[in-house]
Every structure is written in structure tokens, then in C-alpha cells.
């Protein structure tokens, strides 16, 4: 485990929370980066990623226009903005890196962080 992700915790539905994820500046400057999501009994997602270089996102589209992710290249801080939660959203929240964005949508993760919970109440 080299991603250290945080943020979470627990919301109301409609409410917002915004998760960081720091990683080593040689991992941080030549990964795609992103979020993906497992809540117990359901199958698990990768809820948004951005590629390293040129800023090319993925959004779910359940969190599409709701949840915006970003890169902060000065602190090799990976950060997921997440608004207008629904009480769908309660899952444990993973930080994930890759050499490319095809490889994080094949679940194919090369780092990945401890994982932070979210919980949205209705």
C-alpha cells in the first residue's frame, strides 16, 4: 500500500465530502489515478479516474455531474469532490493508480490505498 487515502465519513443525503489520496511523486507523475467503491453485497466500481498527463477524466455515470475528481501535481495529491450525495453512494471509497486509464477500468490496479468509508443517510 503506497496511496494513503481520507476524507470520509458521514453525511446526509444531499450533502458533500471530499476525498484525498497522497501518493509518491513517482507513482503520483506517470500513473492514471482514481476511485473506485465496494459496498457489502454489491459489486464493486471504479466511480471516477484521471489520466496523468493531459487531464482526460472517467466519470460513472451515477456520479457523472455530481462527483468531480482532480490532481494537484504540487503535493502528489490525487482528490475526489463528491456533492449531492445519495444514500447509494455509502461504500468504502479506494484510492487506485495504474500505468493507464484502460488498466483501471480492467480493475487491473497496481497501487491502491487502505480504503475510506462513506456513509450517506437519508
Known amino acids: 500500500v503506497q496511496l494513503v487515502g481520507s476524507g470520509g465519513g458521514s453525511v446526509q443525503a444531499g450533502g458533500s465530502l471530499r476525498l484525498s489520496c497522497a501518493a509518491p511523486e513517482s507513482i503520483f507523475s506517470t500513473h492514471a489515478m482514481g476511485w473506485y467503491r465496494q459496498a457489502p453485497g454489491k459489486v464493486r466500481e471504479l466511480v471516477a479516474a484521471?489520466?496523468?498527463?493531459?487531464?482526460?477524466?472517467y466519470y460513472l455515470d451515477s456520479v457523472e455531474g455530481r462527483f468531480t475528481i482532480s490532481r494537484d501535481n504540487a503535493k502528489n495529491t490525487l482528490y475526489l469532490q463528491m456533492n449531492s450525495l445519495k444514500p447509494e453512494d455509502t461504500a468504502n471509497y479506494y484510492c487506485v493508480a495504474s500505468p493507464t486509464l484502460s488498466l483501471l477500468h480492467a480493475y487491473r490496479f497496481h497501487y491502491w490505498g487502505q480504503g475510506t468509508q462513506v456513509t450517506v443517510s437519508s
Open positions: 484521471i489520466i496523468s498527463i493531459g487531464g482526460s477524466e
